[in-house]
């Protein structure tokens, strides 16, 4: 069955670097999505991406962070000046066309900023 | 400003007990609700997905009611297995033409043997 792939797992970075969190959405996918969980927390809408533009994005989606779709796989998220604040899992979605089509989760990547 | 509530907090019941989750939304213009499953450190999964006309909607033991009168839901979960404990997420999904899902906190469900 596919499945949404993401990597690294587990990535700890020091406050002020850049990180780029990958996933692999579901081939056939059309519409794209992050989101991020701070623990104990609820999950939280980030950003969501169609035709390769933002097609909407949440309050939390500063300018610190951006998307890409580099290639026809790939969908990424970089945060360019991590805070301690920016610790979370954050999780893929994608999903295929039709307002009702299920978005598919990925495993997520749990970032820790020292 | 779009909110989803859900209770109880947390729960423990015994295996093979019923048990019934509720959830309480705010979100417009509506689309649809759903529940999702998501074990500790995992993605959430789906469990059901309806919409404005859908009153309830089942997936093997796990059986969900929309009310959107009083935008009220359920998810009623029948003869629990130890494999149920997980968080439960209530989820609606705003009109925006781009699914923008508004998550609750969940409902964590420990079953005990």
């Known amino acids: 069955e596919p499945e949404v792939t993401q990597t690294p797992s587990h990535q700890v970075t020091q406050m002020g670097q850049e990180v780029i969190l990958r996933c692999v959405p579901i081939s056939n996918h059309l519409y794209f999505y992050w989101y991020r969980q701070i623990l104990g927390q609820k999950v939280e809408f980030l950003v969501s991406?169609?035709?390769?533009?933002?097609?909407?994005k949440s309050e939390i989606f500063d300018d610190q962070f951006s998307v890409e779709r580099p290639d026809g796989s790939n969908f990424t998220l970089k945060i360019r000046s991590t805070k301690l604040e920016d610790s979370a899992m954050y999780f893929c979605?994608?999903?295929?066309?039709?307002?009702?089509?299920?978005?598919?989760f990925g495993p997520g990547t749990r970032l820790t900023v020292l | 400003k779009n909110q989803v509530e859900q209770s109880p907090q947390s729960l423990i019941i015994l295996e093979g007990k019923n048990c019934t989750l509720q959830?309480?939304?705010?979100?417009?213009?509506?689309?649809?609700l759903r529940w999702y499953k998501q074990d500790t450190g995992r993605g959430p999964v789906s469990l059901t997905i309806?919409?404005?006309?859908?009153n309830t909607k089942s997936n093997g033991r796990y059986t969900a009611t929309l009310d959107a009168d009083t935008k009220q839901s359920s998810l009623h979960i029948t003869a629990s297995q130890l494999s149920d404990s997980a968080s439960y997420i209530c989820?609606?999904?705003?009109?925006?033409?781009?699914?923008?899902?508004?998550f609750g906190t969940g409902t964590r469900l420990l079953v005990s043997p």
């Open positions: 979605a994608s999903r295929g066309g039709g307002t009702l089509n299920e978005q598919f």
């Open positions: 991406f169609y035709n390769n533009e933002i097609s909407e």
């Open positions: 959830c309480n939304y705010t979100v417009s213009p509506f689309s649809n």
């Open positions: 309806m919409t404005f006309s859908e």
């Open positions: 989820v609606v999904s705003a009109n925006t033409g781009f699914q923008k899902l508004v």
